[in-house]
């Protein structure tokens, strides 16, 4: 009972001190908050649409004309008219436009003789997305009409619909896009980008929470509240932010699978054990960071700098399967690369528990990391033996 009631006293002072110091909840719930609403706003469309896209048209044909139409009508593009190619190009490169395609003179004259018009593409690949959709959509204007062109031709020939689509289309495609019919960019980003935050956000408040301690010399008034019990104060401090991180990621989840509708086709619930899971082990990172490194500003520094490759590492961007070895057993030390790989699972394939049941024991293994440097902070804490700028 003396210990329950110690952990009540630290939990009733580290309450007190986030009432004090408005940064605590400032980096939890309020950057939650607008993260939430600046990518659910940002990504609402879901696809990008109407991307700028200029044209050259040095032929002014009814087929290059007819090609432009089709182009502007397409969801993707918004065709602008340029002259020239240095026009274009100067577009280009001030971000006016995503990219552009140069329709050569004589294409009309070359497309009905039988010769092989050459169009040429230019993309602006520093913008990643829309350099990328923009050349998707003139490839697939450019298919379209050269099939549209060749139908035209065979239907002169006598020959049949069923020989003409057999000719030009020899090889139907059926394709699937599983977990994410629309290709819609919300629910590609937002899915993990959210709980990559949440991860952030609770690696740099909880080694702030630890590491203030030290930095305003008051870790060993702690220990006092706990009875000289460093498994107390340690207790007695982090289950507030526990508490506090777990809400947060089950509104978040709620908002996503609930009110913005993202596809869920396993259990809500297992969603949440997985974000409990995330939240353990973020907060297991963090005071293994704080315990090797007791100085506020290089925790806080280095927490930053791991937080970051958690994004790039966990794999929904690019395949960590394509990266180097060494790069992919590196991948497995960051918590959201266990997570993504959970809402793949559960999210997507609906495969219970018992899918990725190996990704929780994953994320539990990262508890084992306090213990390595427990004595080292209880150290710090007692002695405040190092620098607190």
Known sequence: MGRLKDIKAVIRRELRLMRQRPVYLLASVGVMTFCCIFFLTLLRDGFP?????????????????????????????????????TEAREAMQTGKIDAFIVIPEGFYDDVLSGRQPVLAFYVNSLYFVGGALSYKNLLSMVNLTSGAVQRELLRAKGLSEEEITGLIQPIAIDAHQIGNVTTDYGVYLTNVLIPG????????????????????????????????SMSVAMAGKLIPYTILFTVIGVICNLV????????????????????????????????????????????????????VLGFSLAGFTFPVEAMPA??????????????YQMFVQEAIFASGFSGWYMQAVYLLLFMFLPPLVYRRLQKAYIFQNYPRK
């Open 49 to 85: 649409k109407d991307l700028p896209t200029g044209v050259v048209d040095l032929d002014n044909s009814s087929l290059s004309r007819n090609f432009i139409r089709q182009t502007d009508a397409t969801e993707l593009g918004k065709t602008i008219g340029f002259a020239s190619y």
């Open 197 to 228: 935050i949440l991860e952030a956000i609770i690696i740099l408040v909880t080694v702030y929470a630890l590491g203030s301690e030290l930095k305003y010399g008051t870790s060993r008034h702690l220990l006092e509240k706990a009875g000289g």
């Open 256 to 307: 996503l699978y609930g009110w913005a509708g993202f596809p869920m086709a396993g259990s809500v619930w297992n969603m949440m054990l997985g974000t409990l899971l995330l939240v353990l082990a973020s907060e297991s990172v963090a005071f293994f960071i704080i315990g090797t490194l007791p100085v506020l500003r290089l925790a806080i520094s280095i927490s930053a700098l791991y937080s």
């Open 326 to 339: 060494a790069i992919q057993g590196f991948a497995s030390l960051f918590p959201l690369r266990h997570y």
